[in-house]
């Protein structure tokens, strides 16, 4: 297997901060190289870096490409030389078609200038083909599910020659036949020959799909091996730089309450519009955690927002909070009655970036008073630093710019963010995407012990292991709906796949 | 409540930080303190440049004290643009107000008799161009939070529409002239006693919020030091400059210390996270646009003294000077990083150019081709900091 490209002796440096510190990395053709580390341990740095993004003289080291040692200037450089990266946030044009993202920048011509529409329509068709997607080329990119779009972007990758082609955390929005679908592809492209680097934090599927492995730990390389030489165990290790005896802590044992949020037929649509969710009907006890499973536009992350009063849904049944009925429904109106929430994409739902630590764990405690308070700055900075304090949150200190801290630490700000109105239910999309596998151990740490406190708590996860391994019970919905409820003995991820795919019946949703 | 578990220590001192994260260099220190005080090293070094260029004349107490007077006007409208700026917003709308509110105060004055009513007409009349530009504000406001219409255009509407208003309510022609008692506003100014004491208030206020990071106090301090000697050696604080320290000390103090202020900065930062951290949005996005109406208001009635007469072509490009204003004090466009501090030093800068090139002569047609020059200048000298950042 010929070594298509070399990353030698890579450094990069930001002010303050090394990011890279002399990585070596080879991509082969024909193979699957897996690219793992926390958050933070320079990924990320290293594909702009080979990407391009980065402009060569920026960084040191060489970048050779079949042997040849190359200095990319922009994006466009290290695309002539095949190597293309997909992003973990898609970057086409959603109002533009499939067919005219394909070949945005490359149009086929006729006439010396006009875009030749026919020829587009046919190559697009044929390059749609090849990977797989089940679109047209004239459908909109922005109409297609993010697995289909990641296609698209693979194919845009294919047409223009691509010889190395990168994938960045590319199963995080996927149904799990999206994924197999993706996988099939990815094989079939090494087979023809093609390198591909394959980031995730997903171990499974690093040993589902990996050739070798490379694992990054604090801007260096600490690690390359073929895939069956490094087992989990210490793959783990070798991330998080200590040995981890184990990815869950213990239930704490409690004793479960009285019912505090009582759901009865309730039922939620976009204003107007379509219908999101229910409707459903479950109940929440005091110091439970309650897991809600189901695949990606299955209306449980909209279920949650539903509950919180997000004021693109509209609700109707009854919700009750210790046993009564939350009148209006506003976000404002949820947090003053004890609710809190915490959104599964931290950067769009959650953090207020340039904006201090204390401004961001303050906001909900300060926002959910009155509009006109004056703020005792000394008061406030201490209870800010005490609850960051309390959630063992690293940083220099709570005049530090959010977006400086891991997403581990982030998320602990954000968690903290959610506890300063004090709520009895607490609601959480996604607890750990994005959190690096030793942070996601303490923020389970931090979830049950809240539980321990009497909080109950809503989680929705797409990590199976980690909801059943959180959660008292899992209610599983699709379309919407509710299709089971499992209790801890039942766990199994094939019982919850099953339920997550099952046709809801009419009925189901009207059970307790 | 949660007990930590992890030996690792939690907000450590400075001196035991992670050992990836290197203690800053020398270089590092000076290119963080050229960029967060950009504004104030380009203001300082356009004033040593005008006082070169015009053999010290720049720097005489009467034309600072003109010069702050100048700005005064512009920095009151920077102040309301800074919170409609860091919500993420635009107000084009300001300048007509400006116009409206004036001849709304002409009219009062003049048609309704009011400038024979000494300090209570004049009083009054401040009264009612505040109240103009505040409803002006507030149907901005309105409409863009409830309707979620861009800013631009609902205060493009209402640009129209207030200049229109304008020209209707005087007939199209100046309103003139105000009564006596309406002039000290934009003329007097403030005892030697109290200038001190207004100076000493400011400067001792800028000490203590700035307490814990004195190196960027410095340009600041002098900057405020050099006025205050201007005031007092010349006549006192001018009282233009008084509404504009009033005006600046409270927009900060909102901004600041208040939830409210919190508000703007949290929408502009992320707005989805403000909403569902419960801040009110659509109610702190209704009241920013009403308080730039009402400052607004307050600039037409200064202006309609200062000009003795209300005019309804007054005002135009009012929007843009204190747009530029903001943006040069290193405000984002895009909302959520600013301060009131900047947008001052953004007004003064913009005064000090005029200014200087009015003793230098230079033709006015001229000095617009200069001005726009600076502000695209000092904003890619900014964003070219912030990137090597």
Known sequence: MAALVRLEQVTKRFPGVKALDGVDLEIRSGEILALVGENGAGKSTLMKILSGAYPAGSFEGRVRIDGEERAFRSPLDAERAGIAIIHQELSGFPHLTVAENLFVGHWPKRFGGL????????????????????????????DLSVGQQQLVEIAKALSRRGRVLILDEPTSALTPREVTTLFHLMKDLRAQGKGLVYISHKTEEVYALADRIAVLRDGRTVHTAAAADLPEDKLVQQMVG?????????????????????????????????????????????????????????????????????????????????????????????????????????????????RSLDENVALARLASGGLLKIIRARAERELSERSLRRLNTKARGVEQKIQELSGGNQQKVIIGRALQTNPDVILMDE??????????????????????????????????????????????LNQGMRTGELSRPEYSQEAIMKRAVAAPSPKAGEQP | MIETQATETIFPAPSSRPPSRSEPARGDRLREFIRKNGAWIGFLTLVVIAAALTEGSFLASRNLTNLLRQASLNGILAAGMTFVILHGGIDLSIGSIVALSGVVAGVSQVVWGWNALDG?????????????????????????????????????????????????????????????????????YLSPALSVALMAAVIGGLLVTMRRNLADAIAPLATFSLLAWAFISYKGVPMLAVFLTAVMGLAAFALTRTTFGRGVYAIGSNERAAHWAGVPVKRVIWS????????????????????????????????????????????SLKGGTGTILGSFIGALTIATLNNSMDLLGVPSFYQMVFKGVLIIAAVALDKGQRQAA
């Not at chain 1, 949820?334 to 950067?347: H, S, T, Y």
């Not at chain 1, 012990?449 to 980690?466: F, T």
């Not at chain 2, 009402?294 to 747009?323: H, K, M, V, Y």
């Open chain 2, 288 to 331: 920013v646009y009403a308080i730039m109406g009402a400052l607004a208001g307050l600039t037409g009635a200064l202006l309609a003294s200062r000009l003795n007469g209300a005019d309804p072509n007054a005002g135009q490009l009012f929007e843009l000077d204190a747009i530029a204003a903001v943006v040069i004090g290193g405000t």
């Open chain 2, 120 to 188: 209570a007409g004049a009083l009054g009349t401040v009264a009612l161009a505040v109240g103009t530009g505040l409803a002006a504000g507030f149907v901005n406001g309105g409409l863009v939070s409830l309707l979620g219409i861009a800013p631009f255009v609902i205060t493009l509407g209402m640009m129209v529409v207030a200049r229109g208003l304008a020209l209707i309510f005087s007939g199209g022609s100046s309103i003139s002239p105000m009564g006596d008692a309406l002039t000290p506003i934009s003329d007097a």
């Open chain 1, 115 to 142: 875009v030749d529409w026919a020829t587009l329509e046919s190559e697009a068709a044929a390059w749609i083909g090849r990977v797989g997607a089940a679109c047209e080329p004239s459908d909109k990119m922005g």
């Open chain 1, 431 to 476: 607890p750990t995407r994005g959190v690096d596998v030793g942070a996601k151990f303490e923020i389970y740490e931090i979830l049950f012990k809240l539980a321990a406190e009497g909080k109950s708590l809503l989680i929705v996860s797409s990590d199976l292991p980690e909801l059943m391994a959180l959660a008292d019970r899992i209610v599983i």
């Open chain 1, 242 to 354: 200590r040995p981890l005896d184990r990815l869950f802590p213990d239930p704490p044992a409690r004793p479960l309450g009285e019912a505090v949020l009582v759901a009865d037929g309730f039922a939620g649509r976009v204003p107007g519009g379509r219908k999101l969710f229910g409707p459903v009907s479950f109940e929440l006890r005091k110091g439970e955690i309650l897991g809600f499973a189901g695949l990606l536009g299955s209306g449980r992350s909209e279920l949650l927002q539903g509950i919180f009063g997000d004021r693109g849904i509209a609700t109707t049944g009854g919700l009750f909070l210790n046993g009564r009925a939350i009148p209006s429904r506003s976000a404002r109106r949820a947090l003053r009655e004890g609710i809190a929430f915490v959104g599964e994409d931290r950067k769009r739902d959650s953090i207020l970036p340039g």
